[in-house]
């Protein structure tokens, strides 16, 4: 990859501020780890985004499209490859009635609180998690028993030929953490949702109420990427991570939370491997003591 190459002709489409060289991904997850990208790239429009990703084919250069960052490990040693970051230069909300549309860069809490201000009901669930509209319908996200597949009427999304397209949501495939959008590689641009009519008030204190159960149950003020694990069927990752023995454990500056076991936080200026190793670790321990494979809810990229 000529880096310097692909940066010009990126910057002939995109401003250069929103073109860096060789930026530190630990930057750019919530857990705070993560090697250098090549180059990362944050367009503002559907053709910038489209432009970026044709540029990247006719140079034989992959590329990767990430949102917040907070379901996300990316290894040491970093990116060989343009990070398509979809953020807050491309996160306009449009409220219309009932409906809102929204492009995928937005922040769930960002949106919850717009959507809260019209008196719409049924996204309370999502002021907490700490992630974007995109990656949130990708991996149909939920919580206090609510999820994206709820809300959502219709997603547009880029296909990997480079062809946008309007799917309903029951083309979606929603299904526990997944989405037809995460098993075909569409890219999520943009969302329409329906919501009722609620009072405001209610509403108001029903989003309290759910900010103040995840702040009790989730280490919120340390770096993390959120569940790390998936929910294996009839148990759950967290419990059989403290029953193992494994709360507090740590490798390097990663550490199994004391608050919810389900997360890895980064305690000291951890590295992605303390985190993976702490990772590999707990798995082996779960497996050993109750005989259960504990999958990564978390996505895990870069150089190994």
């Known amino acids: 990859m000529d880096k310097i190459k692909i940066y010009n002709k990126l910057t002939e489409i995109i401003s250069k501020d929103a073109v860096l060289l060789d930026e530190p991904m630990k930057n750019h997850t919530s857990i705070r780890v993560g090697?250098?990208?090549d180059i990362m790239a944050t367009p503002r429009t559907i053709a910038e985004i489209q432009s970026t990703i044709k540029i990247c084919k006719e140079n034989n250069t992959?590329?990767?499209i990430m949102g917040n960052g907070s379901n996300l490990i990316v290894r040491d040693k970093g990116m060989r490859c343009v990070v398509i970051k979809l953020g807050d230069r491309f996160a306009n909300v449009d409220i219309d009635g009932n409906t809102v549309v929204a492009q995928a860069g937005v922040l769930l809490s960002t949106l919850s609180e717009k959507i809260m201000a019209e008196n719409l009901t049924g996204f309370e669930f999502a002021n907490g998690i700490p992630g974007t509209l995109g990656g949130a319908v990708a991996m149909n996200a939920g919580a206090y028993g609510g999820e994206m597949q709820d809300v959502v009427r219709s997603v547009k999304v880029l296909s990997p030929e480079g062809k946008t397209k309007n799917l309903l949501s029951e083309e979606l495939e929603f299904g526990y953490r997944?989405?037809?959008i995460q098993t075909r590689n569409y890219i999520v641009l943009e969302v329409e949702m329906?919501?009722?009519?609620g009072d405001y008030d209610k509403i108001v204190a029903t989003t309290k109420e759910?900010?103040?159960k995840r702040t009790m149950k989730q280490p919120l003020n340390l770096p993390s990427c959120g569940s790390v694990f998936k929910r294996p069927v009839g148990h759950f990752a967290g419990k059989l991570i403290e029953d193992s023995g494994l709360k507090g454990e740590k490798i390097g500056g990663a550490q199994v939370s004391e608050l919810?076991?389900?997360?890895?936080v980064n305690i000291d200026n951890a590295t992605a491997n303390d985190v993976l190793d702490l990772i590999k670790l707990v798995q082996e321990t779960v497996k050993y003591k109750f005989g259960i494979q504990l999958e990564t809810e978390v996505k895990i990229i870069g150089e190994e």
């Open 35 to 37: 090697g250098t990208a």
């Open 62 to 64: 992959p590329y990767f």
């Open 178 to 180: 997944t989405s037809a």
């Open 194 to 197: 329906e919501f009722e009519k």
């Open 210 to 212: 759910l900010i103040e």
């Open 260 to 264: 919810h076991c389900g997360f890895i």
